[in-house]
């Protein structure tokens, strides 16, 4: 797919981090961009930074997913491009002991429900959503008609202690990213994913300095978190090469996460 002021794109989770950089490089060859995110403030200020459009969305909110399509292909077109970043982390153990009164607490369901419902469901419900618009739309040139790329993380595979619920999210992420891709094959759409490995964003910037420091001293190289403008090269490679299909391509520095 050719990058430019004809094609329009959808980036969720497009307020900050890896979002945030991929509207940025998608807006940088002219793609009109539409950012879902819950965070409104920074949401508006880079949609309008941009020439893009905000959109209040949830993406685990079906009402709130359609009415953001809706709202985007209204100001910007009918999206060619869909960039699912949007995800929810936090560690919590399968079970645990309190460290003060020693009591056995279980892995909250409600956390696990939120983060599959967020990482996973989100994701599926902006893919077959987006799928469904881009139907209506004629192929390109080059014979495509639109590219999907989706966020997991390296947890998918090396899953830390804690990360029982995103690591099966994000599995998840991948699982489907295949068999989309074959559904989708007829209609000239792909469907491609990422495995970030650790990216020095809003996300981990949260992390005190010894332990971001300690997490590049991990990477075997380069030793050092992977900027968030590296992943957007990724979602540009993803959707401007017409051959990439059906893939899972972990993006780490050839990091292997330890069990915590
Ligand atoms: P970030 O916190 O900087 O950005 C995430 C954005 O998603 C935020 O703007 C947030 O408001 C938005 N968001 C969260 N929940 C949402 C929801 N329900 N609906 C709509 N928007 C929502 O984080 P990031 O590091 O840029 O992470 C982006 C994606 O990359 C996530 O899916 C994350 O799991 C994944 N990832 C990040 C890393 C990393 O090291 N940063 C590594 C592996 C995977």
């Not at 430019?4 to 497009?14: E, N």
């Not at 940025?24 to 920074?42: I, T």
Request: glycine share 12%.
């Amino acid at each position: 797919m050719k990058l430019d002021s004809s094609v329009s794109a959808v980036i969720t989770g497009g307020a900050s981090g890896l979002g945030e950089a991929t509207a940025r490089r998608l807006a940088s060859h002219g793609v009109k961009v539409a950012l879902f995110d819950l965070d409104a403030e920074r949401g508006e200020a880079l949609a309008k930074e941009l020439g893009g459009v905000f959109c209040p969305v949830d993406v685990s909110s079906d009402d709130q997913v359609t009415a953001g399509f809706a709202k985007a292909r209204a100001e910007i077109g009918q999206e060619r491009i869909l960039v699912n970043c949007a995800g929810i982390g936090g560690p919590v153990k399968t079970v645990s002991r309190d460290r003060e009164t020693g009591a056995i607490v279980e892995f909250p369901m409600d956390k696990f429900e939120r983060t599959v419902g967020v990482n996973l469901f989100g994701t599926f419900r902006c893919i077959k959503k987006s799928a469904a618009g881009m139907l209506t739309l004629d192929p390109m040139d080059d014979g495509e008609r639109g590219a999907i790329v989706n966020t997991a993380s390296v947890a998918a595979e090396d899953g830390q202690i804690g990360q029982a619920a995103y690591a099966a999210s994000k599995a998840g992420i991948v699982g489907l990213t295949l068999t989309v891709a074959r559904d989708l094959s007829a209609e000239a759409i792909r469907v491609n994913t990422i495995l970030p490995g650790i990216f020095d964003t809003p996300l981990l910037g949260r992390a005190s300095e010894s332990v971001r420091a300690s997490l590049a001293a991990q990477v075997p190289f380069p030793k050092r978190l992977g900027k968030a403008d590296e992943f957007a090269q990724v979602v540009e490679l993803l959707v401007s090469c017409g051959y990439f299909n059906g893939e899972d391509v972990r993006l780490d520095g050839a990091i292997r996460m330890a069990p915590r």
